[in-house]
Structures are given as C-alpha cells and as structure tokens.
Nanobody, 125 residues
Framework: QLQLVESGGGSVQAGGSLRLSCAASGYTYSRYSMGWFRQAPGKEREGVAVIDSDGSTTYADSVKGRFTISQDNAKNTLYLQMNSLKPEDTALYYC???????????????????WGQGTLVTVSS
C-alpha cells in the first residue's frame, strides 16, 4: 500500500522560501512518477510540479522559475523548493504518486494512485 506523508509547510512572508518534503513508503519509490499539487481555499486542486520516474520535470506556468521539484531515491523522499513565494501560493500542498501517468498528464490529473494528507503553506503580503 502506498503511503505518502508531507512535511515542511508553514507561514512565510511574500518573497520568502519554504521546502516541502514527502516521505514515501510501502512500494518501490523509483518506479513511480511523483507530483506536488495544491488546493487554495475555494478553488479546485491544481498540479504544481511533477517528476517522472526518469527524472524529467514539468511545472505549472504559475510556478516556473520559482519552484523546483527534486527527489532522493535513496531516501524515498520527494521535495519541493519554493522560492519568491507570493500570497497566491497560499494553499494546502499535497504530494501524489502514479505508476502510469507522466509529465503534463500527471500534472493535470486528479485521480492518481496515492495522495498524502497535505501540508499547509500560508504566504502573507
């Protein structure tokens, strides 16, 4: 059974940085593509960044140049480095895993194999 646990959320002022982590267990991490998603109050969940099993990355236009997704296969951990944060980045951030989807298909999907419980990021102006 896939298990994903996020951490690293918090409150930060605009222009600041945060790094989110997602610890994975219960499966062979390297066989899955992984992604970060977010849901702001009153809005639908959206894809932020994904990293395929081969290391290729895809980003939403709203975070390109500011966010970086990475992973440590030895630690079964996914990361999201968020720089130059804006108030509109405020959301509950989820990590997710999928065995089949890649790239923009993964970024745009809402039905993936596994989801974490989310970690809250609040950016104040």
């Amino acid at each position: 059974q896939l298990q994903l646990v996020e951490s690293g959320g918090g409150s930060v002022q605009a222009g600041g940085s945060l790094r989110l982590s997602c610890a994975a267990s219960g499966y062979t991490y390297s066989r899955y593509s992984m992604g970060w998603f977010r849901q702001a109050p009153g809005k639908e969940r959206e894809g932020v960044a994904v990293i395929d099993s081969d290391g290729s990355t895809t980003y939403a236009d709203s975070v390109k140049g500011r966010f970086t997704i990475s992973q440590d296969n030895a630690k079964n951990t996914l990361y999201l480095q968020m720089n130059s944060l804006k108030p509109e980045d405020t959301a509950l951030y989820y990590c997710a895993a999928d065995a089949l989807l890649r790239g923009y298909l993964l970024l745009g999907s809402d039905t993936l194999d596994a989801w974490g419980q989310g970690t809250l990021v609040t950016v104040s102006s």
